[in-house]
């Protein structure tokens, strides 16, 4: 018996423990959000978050999250209240056919859980290995920095304005 937090809940399963987890909490547990993608953890589509990291989900065993927290796309906000990257994701129509966007954001709110405040270059670092058939990428990035804290969107600090002389 493997027991784990799933979505802030204690589960135990009796599954092999070579299963993946994806399988496990497609198949045992009934939450369809993460997909199969390629199998090999190389497009992202499975990704969930393992003690709050982003990580590809079907090729990791069940016996490897044995004591840890594992979060889906279903735990990371509700139709009723919207993870705030969700809710850029309609905002800004990110989807076109949808399939990969659950490995998206997550792989996107690991990285702001991280760094609150990427630049660019970062956003597009840590999504390169999250493949989108449909091409939204331009979409995906513009979600992801709407949401990114920016000096823009911080307080106000006096020590960081640039002083003007008339």
């Not at 129509?93 to 792989?107: D, E, P, R």
């Amino acid at each position: 018996m493997i027991e784990f937090t799933l979505n802030g809940q204690t589960v135990r399963t009796d599954d092999a423990p070579d299963t993946p987890l994806l399988w496990v909490v497609r198949d045992t547990f009934g939450l369809k959000g993460s997909k199969y993608g390629c199998g090999a953890a190389l497009c992202g589509a499975c990704t969930m978050h393992l003690d709050g990291s982003a990580t590809r989900t079907c090729v990791l065993p069940i016996s490897a999250v044995a004591g840890r927290t594992v979060t889906t796309i279903e735990g990371l906000g509700t139709p009723a209240a919207l993870h705030p990257l969700q809710a850029a994701w309609v905002e800004k129509s990110v989807s076109q056919c949808g399939y990969c966007q659950s490995g998206q954001i997550m792989t996107a709110a690991a990285l702001l859980d991280a760094n609150p405040s990427p630049t660019e270059a970062e956003i597009e670092s840590a999504m390169a290995g999250n493949l989108c058939r449909c091409g939204c990428y331009p979409r995906i990035k513009s979600a992801i920095m709407s949401v990114a804290v920016t000096d823009a969107a911080a307080p106000a600090d006096a020590a960081r304005q640039p002083e003007v002389s008339a």
